[in-house]
């Protein structure tokens, strides 16, 4: 009976609207997790019962924050302009309840969350939620079209925020985010180029050999158009470069249109390039009859010629005429030159509206620990006093400017394999034992990421004699889109540092960066310590570590000796004894924030 009610339930919530799937979580999807956060894990496995192919497991850990959770990318946008439901398949042998939450908006589309509840009978049972509440300070009611999907693994089921909700331990399953599917209109097809006086784009480089010019048209197109005069003499990749008068956005579609007019059979070789945000170069062939008559051809983006990207995607600037191409090949390599004259006009595609934008942090890192004048030099941070003017060097390909996230001035970082910056003093480290960085990545990951750090060092005060290289690889989608705080053990010359470097490897975007600084190990937060009371037993410790401070502490923070957090716990009391029979045998840092102070202790795991 209660299968039934619950199917007539939501039989009813789905009247008007379609519930189509969003996000299942296969294999192939183009969505699904993109990053956890707060603690607990969050992972795709074979499903059981009703729902056999990927699902996703949570595992909630109650050591973790209480807003722990992950973020989802959809497959396909939801529209939520006309009703705020959407369904959910969970299970779950506990009863649970959990937040969720829509984000991504399109166009400013305000996020908003609303409460999911499973009754714990071990079942797979689809279930409703309309986004139509202010929970967790959100809009009361989702409108518009959204990309990304978040669950929390914890909430009660009367709260409006967190602050009403207790954390246990807790294991359940969702699949098939369903809700009305946004549709995409075709892309209006728009002349991004015409070749017409005024323009501000235009052909801006020949190369390989041949002419090419612009004249006046004739026939049907009377105006102006490109002239190309191929020469045999010449390479057999020869053609000419162009930009266009607006960029064409590839993201929907890879096709476009071109006038050609040509008296002699010919094929050609098309290029977008001077993609946005490193989208990728794509190359496509024409091909026209030879009629004497002016046609518009298409052409797709869609095979990998040239070595090329076999599909284009993203915005692009430019464009690249080719005057040679054989159908049906791959590469130059099968092209046979002639002698050859034909027109072109019009360039037609998607235009592109305005450059999107970078994501960008909303919050500041973590505040640093204190330590005494000796025992720190800072490159750039506001926790401590500057030992150093930083300016960008003019032989790097990227910038720098200061910016403020959060009510915190930090640096922002634009360009492609690595930024440079000088100081302008020499510094003497050689007493730092080591280099902490916090950074925050824009651009999604992808294997071969780095943001390795490089401290030059310039012995003679005449140029690099020495440099300490730190490699620093970026795992996994996990270690982007969120602070990251790093601290590498130093080991070289550095009495005499004068540059600071940091390695993109061509993985071309935005990063933010902060608390840049060397330290002396060990040397962080003990007074800190003594005007906070803080207290830490036993030392060395086996399996629980019990921490105490005159107020409360509201996080503790456990890192290891390369810098890497291992553990996290929300204390939110005087005393509180951590659980840390699982770490490895060794020593640790606990980081812990009390009275509006951060502090730092080490213990020793036995």
Do not use: C
Request: proline share 2%; aromatic share 10%.
């Amino acid at each position: 009976m209660k299968k039934i009610t619950l199917l007539l339930a939501l039989l009813i919530s789905s009247i008007g609207f379609s519930q189509d799937l969003l996000l299942g979580f296969e294999s192939g999807e183009s969505g699904g997790l993109t990053g956890a956060f707060g603690g607990g894990a969050y992972t795709v496995e074979s499903g059981t019962g009703t729902n056999t192919t990927q699902v996703a497991k949570i595992v909630a850990d109650s050591a973790g924050e209480v807003w722990q959770g992950t973020n989802l990318a959809l497959t396909s946008n939801v529209n939520l302009s006309g009703t705020q439901t959407m369904t959910i398949d969970v299970k779950s042998s506990t009863a649970v309840s959990f937040l969720v939450k829509i984000n991504g908006g399109v166009n400013g589309a305000a996020e908003a969350a609303a409460a999911v509840t499973h009754n714990g009978d071990g079942t797979w049972q689809t279930l409703s939620f309309t986004f139509n509440t202010a929970l967790d300070g959100k809009a009361a009611a989702a409108n518009g079209e959204y990309a990304n999907f978040v669950i929390h693994a914890y909430w009660a089921s009367s709260a409006t925020g967190f602050g009403d909700v207790t954390k246990d331990e807790r294991t359940f399953y969702v699949d098939n985010i369903k809700g009305p599917k946004a549709t995409v209109p075709p892309p209006a097809s728009e002349t991004l180029l015409g070749f017409e006086s005024g323009e501000s784009g235009g052909l801006t480089g020949a190369f390989g050999g041949g002419a090419y010019t612009v004249e006046a048209g004739t026939g049907t197109n009377t105006t102006q158009v490109a002239k190309i005069v191929a020469d045999s003499a010449g390479e057999v990749w020869q053609g000419t470069n162009l930009a266009l008068t607006s960029n064409v956005d590839l993201s929907g579609t890879q096709t476009m249109t071109i006038d050609v007019k040509s008296s002699t059979a010919i094929s050609f070789l098309v290029k977008v390039n001077g993609g946005l945000s490193g989208a990728a170069e794509a190359a496509a062939a024409i091909t026209h009859n030879g009629d004497g008559t002016w046609q518009t051809l298409s052409f797709t983006f869609n095979t990998a010629l040239d070595g090329k990207a076999a599909t284009a995607n993203g915005q692009y600037a430019n464009f690249v005429i080719h005057a040679y191409w054989a159908a049906g090949v791959t590469g130059f390599g099968d092209v046979t030159k002639d002698e050859r004259t034909f027109y072109v006009d019009n360039i037609k595609g998607p235009k592109a509206g305005a450059a999107p934008m970078d994501p960008e942090p909303t919050d500041a890192p973590a505040t640093p620990p204190s330590f005494s004048a000796s025992n720190v030099i800072s490159l750039y941070s506001e926790a401590y006093t500057a030992s150093a003017t930083l300016s960008n060097v003019s032989w790097d390909d990227s910038v720098f400017e200061e910016v403020t996230i959060a009510g915190n001035k930090v640096l922002k970082v634009t360009g492609t394999n690595f930024v440079g910056m000088d100081l302008d003093q020499y510094l003497n480290a050689s007493s730092m034992t080591h280099l902490h960085m916090d950074y925050w990545i824009a651009k999604d990951f992808q294997a071969g990421q780095v943001m390795n750090p490089k401290l030059s060092n310039h012995a003679a005060q005449a140029g690099e004699t020495s440099a300490i290289d730190i490699s620093n690889p970026i795992n996994s989608q996990d270690e982007v889109k969120n602070w990251q705080s790093k601290d590498f053990e130093l080991n070289g010359d550095r009495g005499a540092i004068k540059q600071f470097l940091i390695t993109q490897a061509g993985f071309s975007g935005v990063y933010y960066l902060d608390n840049v600084y060397l330290y002396v190990s060990g040397t962080a937060s003990t007074e800190n310590n003594k005007t906070l009371g803080f207290a830490m037993y036993p030392n060395p410790a086996k399996n629980q570590l019990t921490i105490s401070a005159k107020e409360s502490i509201s996080r503790a923070d456990l890192f290891n000796v390369l810098g890497r957090k291992v553990k996290s716990f929300a204390v939110n009391s005087t005393n509180k004894t951590l659980d840390i029979s699982d770490l490895s045998s060794g020593i640790y840092l606990v980081k812990y924030e009390s009275a509006g102070k951060v502090g730092t202790a080490k213990f020793i795991k036995q």
